[in-house]
C-alpha cells in the first residue's frame, strides 16, 4: 500500500471507516512489536500508544470549554416561551440506567458466576454510601467554575453555563452574536480533533494490546460473558423499545447509527467525557435541535450511566456468589436502584464505575476490603468492560437525545 493510498484512507470518506483502518493498523502493529523489538531495541506499539494519548487528551481538553459556551450560547439565543425536552430525556436517562441494573441482575441470576478475588487496589477511597455520592453531586454543581471547567466538573459546568445562559437572554444582540462566534469557533476545533480520530484509535490499539494483551482476561470469560452479554442486551434491545416507545417507528438506524458513530469511538477512549465532542458533532449531524443537545449530551455523560450500573450490579453479585451469600428478589430489586443511583455519581473517566462497587457490596454485608479486591478484578478485565461500558454510556447519550427530539418533531408535524 503506498503512502497516498495510506494518506487517503486515514483522512478522506467515511470516518467509520477510516477508524476501522486504524484498528486493523493497531492490530497488526501489536502483533508484529515483540517480533521487532530485539532488531529497533524498542517496543515500537508502545511508542506509538503516545498518538492515542494525545487524541484523548485532545478530545478531554476541549470538551469542558465547548460544553461552557454551547450552552451559554444555546440558551442566550432560545427564543422566550419555546418548549424545552429535558424533562422527557432526563426520565429516559434514569429508566435506562434503572433497567440496563435490572437486565444485570437477571443475567446474574442466569448465569451465576465467581470470581477468584485478588488483591490489587491500593489507593482507592470509594465512597462510604449513597447519600456521599449524592452530596458531592450537590457540591459539584456548586463549584467555582475556573475550578469546574479545570477539573472538567461537567455538573458544575452545566450548573454556570446554564445560569449565565439564563442571564444573557437579556443581552444585547452583538453579546448573543459573540457568544455565538466563540461557541462555533470551538466547535470547528471540535471537528479538527475528531477528523484525527483514526490515527487516536490506531496508538490507543496498539499500546493496549501490547500492555496487556488479551490473554489475562481467559480467566475471567464467563464474568464478561455476563457483563458484556448485559451491556449488548441494553443496547440492542431495552434502548430500542425505550427508543421505539418514545419515536413508533423503527428504531434501529438510530441505535445503529449511534452505536456506530458514537460508541466506536467511546470504546477506545473509554472516557464519556473526552466523547462529548464526538456526541455534540453527531447530534448536528442528525439536525438535532441545538438547545437540547447541547445540555442534555453534557448532562448524559454524568447521569446517564447504564454500563456502569451494569458493571456495579454484575461485578457485586459476582462477590455474593464466591462468599455463598443468599440473594432475595427483593434484595436484587433493590440493588438495581442502588446501582443506578451509585452509577449516575460515577465518574466520566476511566475505571469511574468501579468506585462504587464498594457502595453495592455494603448491601450485603460485604466487607470494604473484599469490594476492594472486586474493583481489582475490575482493572483486570478493564480492557473489554470498560471499553464497552463506555460505549454504552456515551452512544445512549444520543440515542435518547435523539428519540426525544425526533418525537417533538413527530408531534409538530
Request: charged share 10%.
Amino acid at each position: 500500500m503506498n503512502s497516498s493510498r495510506l494518506y487517503s484512507l486515514f483522512f478522506h470518506g467515511s470516518l467509520v471507516k477510516r477508524i476501522s483502518v486504524g484498528l486493523v493498523l493497531g492490530l497488526l502493529v501489536a502483533l508484529i512489536a515483540p517480533t521487532l523489538q530485539q532488531s529497533l531495541g524498542f517496543n515500537i506499539a508502545e511508542k506509538v500508544g503516545f498518538l492515542g494519548k494525545v487524541f484523548v487528551r485532545s478530545l478531554r481538553a476541549v470538551a469542558p470549554i465547548l460544553v461552557f459556551l454551547l450552552v451559554i450560547s444555546a440558551i442566550a439565543n432560545k427564543q422566550i416561551g419555546t418548549k424545552s425536552n429535558m424533562k422527557s430525556i432526563i426520565v429516559l436517562y434514569l429508566l435506562g440506567t434503572f433497567l440496563a441494573a435490572l437486565t444485570a441482575v437477571l443475567a446474574s441470576f442466569a448465569l451465576p458466576t465467581k470470581i477468584a478475588l485478588v488483591t490489587q487496589a491500593d489507593s482507592l477511597s470509594p465512597p462510604s454510601e449513597v447519600t456521599e455520592v449524592l452530596s458531592t453531586l450537590v457540591m459539584n454543581m456548586v463549584d467555582n467554575p475556573v475550578t469546574a471547567l479545570f477539573n472538567a466538573n461537567f455538573i458544575g459546568i452545566l450548573a454556570w453555563a446554564i445560569g449565565l445562559g439564563l442571564v444573557l437572554r437579556h443581552s444585547s444582540e452583538t453579546t448573543k452574536n459573540v457568544m455565538n462566534d466563540f461557541s462555533e469557533g470551538v466547535s470547528k476545533i471540535v471537528h479538527f480533533i475528531i477528523s484525527l480520530a483514526p490515527i487516536g484509535v490506531f496508538g490507543l490499539v496498539a499500546e493496549t494490546l501490547a500492555d496487556q494483551g488479551l490473554g489475562a482476561l481467559l480467566d475471567y470469560a464467563q464474568l464478561l460473558v455476563v457483563l458484556i452479554g448485559s451491556m449488548l442486551f441494553t443496547a440492542f434491545v431495552i434502548n430500542p423499545i425505550l427508543v421505539y416507545w418514545k419515536i413508533r417507528r423503527n428504531p434501529f438506524p438510530l441505535i445503529w447509527t449511534c452505536v456506530r458513530e458514537s460508541g466506536l469511538t467511546a470504546f477506545f477512549t473509554r472516557s464519556s467525557a473526552a466523547n462529548i465532542p464526538v456526541n455534540m458533532e453527531l447530534a448536528k449531524r442528525l439536525n438535532l435541535d441545538e438547545e437540547t443537545y447541547s445540555v442534555s449530551i453534557p448532562l448524559g455523560a454524568t447521569i446517564n450511566m447504564a454500563g456502569a450500573a451494569i458493571t456495579i450490579t454484575v461485578l457485586t453479585l459476582s462477590a455474593v456468589y464466591t462468599l455463598g451469600v443468599n440473594v432475595s428478589v427483593p434484595t436484587a430489586i433493590l440493588l438495581s436502584v442502588v446501582s443506578s443511583i451509585c452509577a449516575c455519581g460515577a465518574s466520566g473517566v476511566a475505571g469511574g464505575s468501579l468506585l462504587l462497587i464498594p457502595l453495592a457490596c455494603s448491601l450485603f454485608g460485604i466487607s470494604n476490603d473484599i469490594a476492594a479486591q472486586v474493583i481489582g478484578v475490575g482493572f483486570i478485565i478493564g480492557v473489554l468492560q470498560d471499553s464497552a461500558e463506555t460505549a454504552l454510556n456515551s452512544s445512549t447519550d444520543v440515542v435518547f437525545t435523539a428519540a426525544v427530539c425526533m418525537a417533538e418533531e413527530n408531534q409538530k408535524a
